[in-house]
């Protein structure tokens, strides 16, 4: 009985131990970005505490900042193109390495995951070396391929995870009754990886927007992304701009997949109510 006791007094003070490590680690992690985004609205340009007062002139230089600016659509274009494309890539991908057997499976998903396996400023020094060894100038082109290749190992493996759980025995079904294999695929399958397509594409627009590493090497000279926009400004200064700037970095990059996942719960939700209707 004692003995009991006693282990439920360590049980205890092993999950308070635990919990405390947890928190602390959680405060390293999110204290600065609560700072950045606390002096992004502080009055006075030199950045401290206590706040001198509140103002938002520093997000008003930022709109007025024609380098911001131009950094702020070459991401956005990359992101939105980087999520199409990985996408539609990763759909494909994914369906054809769960439903197809064909020689080489095995490497070919081994070789589509790699570059999610591989550091990525490993990744990047050896294809800049490998530009420099053709003779290729880095262009927008490339840049785009690469963050493309990035993200489409996370794609691929979202989507087939989904893809796994949808019975083969739907598509069997349409194909018994007459359909394509396009017209199955459309039909039913695509409907059914929705909820896999919208997080991968999500996931995949995040991946492009904040990369860093990768564009630091990538990119064409006098091509600027908001990462590497953000660096190039710590070169000069320490300016509460660059707060102002992490906020809109953290807004775009958590914003977007949080309201992405609202909207899919709740188009998820209407899809349930007008199935329910239909079926009454």
């Known amino acids: 009985?004692?003995?009991?006791?006693?282990?439920?007094?360590?049980?205890?003070?092993?999950?308070?131990?635990?919990?405390?490590?947890?928190?602390?680690?959680?405060?390293?992690?999110?204290?600065?970005?609560?700072?950045?985004?606390?002096?992004?609205?502080?009055?006075?340009?030199?950045?401290?505490?206590?706040?001198?007062?509140?103002?938002?002139?520093?997000?008003?230089?930022?709109?007025?900042?024609?380098?911001?600016?131009?950094?702020?659509?070459?991401?956005?274009?990359?992101?939105?193109?980087?999520?199409?494309?990985?996408?539609?890539?990763?759909?494909?991908?994914?369906?054809?390495?769960?439903?197809?057997?064909?020689?080489?499976?095995?490497?070919?998903?081994?070789?589509?995951?790699?570059?999610?396996?591989?550091?990525?400023?490993?990744?990047?020094?050896?294809l800049l070396v490998l530009i420099k060894a053709v003779d290729q100038p880095r262009s927008m082109a490339l840049l785009l391929l690469g963050h493309i290749l990035l993200a489409l190992p996370y794609v691929v493996l979202i989507t087939q995870a989904r893809m796994v759980g949808i019975r083969r025995t739907y598509e069997e079904a349409a194909l018994s009754l007459g359909a394509s294999r396009l017209s199955s695929f459309r039909e039913i399958t695509l409907p059914l990886l929705i909820p896999a397509v919208v997080a991968s594409a999500l996931l995949a627009f995040t991946i492009s927007f904040d990369n860093t590493s990768a564009s630091l090497f990538w990119r064409p000279a006098g091509v600027e992304t908001m990462p590497t926009q953000i660096l190039s400004m710590l070169k000069i200064s320490i300016s509460p701009e660059i707060n102002a700037l992490g906020t809109v970095m953290i807004l775009v990059t958590v914003g977007i997949p949080l309201v992405g996942g609202l909207i899919l719960q709740s188009l998820t939700r209407l899809r349930k109510r007008v199935d329910a209707k239909g079926n009454a």
């Open 1 to 126: 009985m004692i003995a009991g006791q006693h282990g439920d007094k360590e049980g205890r003070w092993a999950w308070r131990l635990t919990g405390l490590i947890t928190l602390c680690v959680y405060i390293f992690m999110f204290a600065p970005i609560v700072a950045t985004v606390v002096l992004s609205f502080n009055a006075s340009m030199f950045g401290g505490f206590p706040l001198t007062g509140f103002s938002l002139q520093w997000y008003a230089k930022l709109l007025s900042n024609e380098q911001v600016l131009t950094a702020f659509r070459t991401s956005m274009w990359i992101a939105f193109v980087t999520a199409a494309v990985t996408t539609l890539l990763g759909i494909i991908t994914a369906y054809a390495l769960v439903r197809f057997e064909f020689p080489g499976k095995g490497t070919f998903g081994t070789l589509v995951i790699l570059p999610a396996l591989v550091p990525e400023t490993i990744l990047g020094v050896g």
